[in-house]
Structure formats: C-alpha cells, structure tokens
C-alpha cells in the first residue's frame, strides 16, 4: 500500500490550513468541489497523512457495480461514504457535528431544483446544499479543487471559506452564498479546464 510519506511526496497542498482552522473551529468543513482532476488522492492524503476524518457525499451510478466498486474504492482510502438519497440530510449534519471535512461536488444540479446563478456566463442551477448547510451550522465552506501535476504529483488547492455571514433571509443568503461560489468554480475549472470531467448537460442551452 501507498505509505504516508510516498503521499506526502506526491501531493501538494496551497490552502491546507484553511481547512485546519476550520476544524479547530470544531464544527467541521465543507470541501465543495467541482468535478475537476483526482480529488479522491487529496482525500486518501487527508484521510491517511493528516489522519482526518473524511465524509463524501456519491451520486448512485448505474450500473450498479460500477457505483459499488467507486463506493468500496473509497471507503479502502478512509473514507465514509454517503449515498444521495432520503437519508443525506442526517447524514451530512451528523458529519459536521462529529467535525468531519465533508466534501460535495457542487458543479452539476443533480436534483434539478438548485439555486439559479450565472456560471461561466450562462445562467444555470447549482446545488443549495454547501451554501445552505454553511449557514446553518457556521461550519465554513471552503472552494477546492485538485489537480493532476504530472505523472507522479498532484496540486491541491483550497481557497478560503466563503463569506456566510447571515444578512437576511435565508433564501436570500443562499443565492448569494451559491453565485460566490459559483465564481469561485470558474476560477479553479480556468486553471486546467481539460481537466474538467463534467460530462452531463449543465446550462439550459446544452438540450436545446
């Protein structure tokens, strides 16, 4: 197996200490992702060299035995695997309160019924989720992404946490929170956009 000082060697961290505050804090941390380079090896680095508690929220994949293979994948690298689904809610905050770094892909509106924002100059849906959680449990939410270097190296990078101060409404702190966030996106997707690997229709014009 791969040892915590060979992936010591292989990864570089910029923002890691975002991500330490967060959990000195004690309300854990909220790893909102894009689909973007190999974020499963900064988990198994976080996970096995900084010995910190990793949940994951997984699409269900069909077939199923591929969405089981990724499911066993994950969990051999430390981490705790979390279905969407009915239960996620529960999930996800027993996560948190047990100061966990929770990470979600947030790039893609799976559910379809995501906050409206403009994203790469087009307006589409994001996922409500990080920016709703954020508000709710003061645990920060923190843009971060993780790129492939080279053939043995990879650049992992987490920008400092959102602004989820509550100003008003709920709804309102939620759209504001996910259109930040939404920026954020395109600024990590523009440092290696080939690295991109959305591949499901994302804007209203990808079905027209």
Known sequence: GTTPEQLDAGIHVDGWDHVEKGLADGRGVILALPHLGCWEWAGFWAAASKRVPI????????????YEWFVALREALGMDVVPLGPDVGGAVLGALRGNHVLCLLCDRDLGGG???VEFFG?????????????????????????????P????????PPLDTARTGRLRDDVARVTQDLAHELEGLVR??????????PNWPSDRT
């Open 152 to 159: 043995k190296t990879r650049l992992g990078v987490g920008r």
């Open 55 to 66: 949940t994951v929220v997984v699409e269900s994949l069909e077939p199923r035995d591929v």
């Open 122 to 150: 087009e307006r589409t849906t994001l996922p409500a989720g990080p920016a709703t959680l954020g508000l709710r449990t003061g645990a920060p939410v923190l843009p971060a992404a993780v790129f492939y270097g080279g």
């Open 191 to 200: 440092r290696a956009p080939e690295q991109w690997h959305l591949l499901q």
């Open 114 to 116: 995501g906050v409206e």
